[in-house]
């Protein structure tokens, strides 16, 4: 029997996937901009550098938009992981993530309207959204206007650790996004999780 619970309001869909389209559009022009070589060019690189501008600029948009909107909206309360036990029900998911889904074995902690993230996912999209993408957005936003950046820092270029910063943040979103697109696989069917995202109802 399929039980439906209506989880994801409409403007928090619409983030999402305007989020994913303009990290998967980051993505490409960062890799581009990074990597410029004549041989391998993913997308020409003066090109490159005004697409990113441009989508780095309403991802800050985009971010601010989800701050307040989730905060208003009280969603921010998903994304606490909640007490006794987080780090163990973090291990148990975990090694149902590894084994027990391949197994046909129950998801341990079933999503509901008042819990939409177990624990470990919890503590992940808090990390993702409230710590690695603040640094992506302010070093991004120093790169747009590199004239408030420090003129040295630690004896070496201002702009250096800002680069190193942006890069790894950046690089940390890019492996959450491929992670996140592969569990998005293990719902009740392949593609249940990413219709949820798409109508807002979830089935299990």
Known sequence: MTERIYLLPLWLRLWHWTNAALIITLGITGIS???ASPSTV????????RIHSIAGTLLVALYAFFVVANAISGNWWQFVPKPPG???RCWVQIQYYCWGVF???PEPFPVTKEANF???QALTYWFIIYMVLPVTVL???IFLYPQFAP???FGVDGLLPVAVLHYLSAACILLFAVAHIYLGTM???VTSLFKTMITGWHEH
């Open 139 to 141: 070093t991004g936003l």
């Open 103 to 105: 197994k046909g074995e």
């Open 151 to 153: 003129s040295r820092i």
């Open 187 to 189: 719902g009740k069917t």
């Open 118 to 120: 177990n624990a470990l």
């Open 86 to 88: 987080i780090l163990a």
């Open 42 to 49: 993913l997308v020409e690189f003066s090109l490159a550098v």
């Open 33 to 35: 901009i990074h990597f």
